[in-house]
Structures are given as structure tokens and as C-alpha cells.
Nanobody
Framework: QVQLVESGGGLVQAGGSLRLSCVASGRTFSAYAVGWFRQAPGKEREFVGAITWNGGSTYYPDHVKGRFTISRDNAKNTVYLQMNSLKAEDTAVYYC???????????????WGQGTQVTASS
């Protein structure tokens, strides 16, 4: 069993930066890949990136590539999402999720956090 808690969301001006954290409980967290997703009102949950269990590889969709960076510290059971050059269209609730492999589909992730709101004002 893995429990995930996101933090670090907030209100930022367009062009600004935020760093989200995803803290996990459970001894086996280091065995899981972690994905970040977001969901804006009236829209489907959208993949924004993922990191392998050891942090050796990361994957990003084109619309965040070069702006978002995922890293992890397994000693702290924490995964980070650094978001730079934020745009108004990045406004959403952001979720972290754990899976045994890198996946872009939210249906492939077993454990989810409760989400944290990110608002980028234009």
C-alpha cells in the first residue's frame, strides 16, 4: 500500500515557477514509477510527465517539455515537479500517482494523491 500527498500548489503569475512535492508513505515506494497528471475543470485528466523508480529516466509530453522537470529523492520518499514559464493554460489540479512502470494513461496508475491546485494568472 502506498499513500501519496501532494503539496506546493498555489497562485502564480504567468511566466512564474512553482515546485510541487509528492510525499509517499510505504516501504516499497522506491519500487514505483511516479507520474504527474493534471485536470482542469470540464477536461479529462492529462499526463504531464513521469519518472522511473530510480530516477534514471523521465518522460514528458510535448506541451510541457522544456518547462517541467521531474526528479525524485527515494531517501525522502519524495518526487518533485518543477514547473517553469507557467502559462494560464497550465491552471489545473495536479496529481501524482504511482505505478510499476512508466505509463501515460491514468488508468495504469494504482495509487493517487488528493491533488493540489495550481493557478497561473495571465
Amino acid at each position: 500500500q502506498v499513500q501519496l500527498v501532494e503539496s506546493g500548489g498555489g497562485l502564480v503569475q504567468a511566466g512564474g515557477s512553482l515546485r510541487l512535492s509528492c510525499v509517499a508513505s510505504g516501504r516499497t515506494f522506491s519500487a514505483y514509477a511516479v507520474g504527474w497528471f493534471r485536470q482542469a475543470p470540464g477536461k479529462e485528466r492529462e499526463f504531464v510527465g513521469a519518472i522511473t523508480w530510480n530516477g534514471g529516466s523521465t518522460y514528458y509530453p510535448d506541451h510541457v517539455k522544456g518547462r517541467f522537470t521531474i526528479s525524485r529523492d527515494n531517501a525522502k520518499n519524495t518526487v518533485y515537479l518543477q514547473m517553469n514559464s507557467l502559462k494560464a493554460e497550465d491552471t489545473a489540479v495536479y496529481y501524482c500517482a504511482a505505478s510499476f512502470g512508466i505509463q501515460s494513461s491514468p488508468n495504469s496508475y494504482r495509487y493517487w494523491g488528493q491533488g493540489t491546485q495550481v493557478t497561473a494568472s495571465s
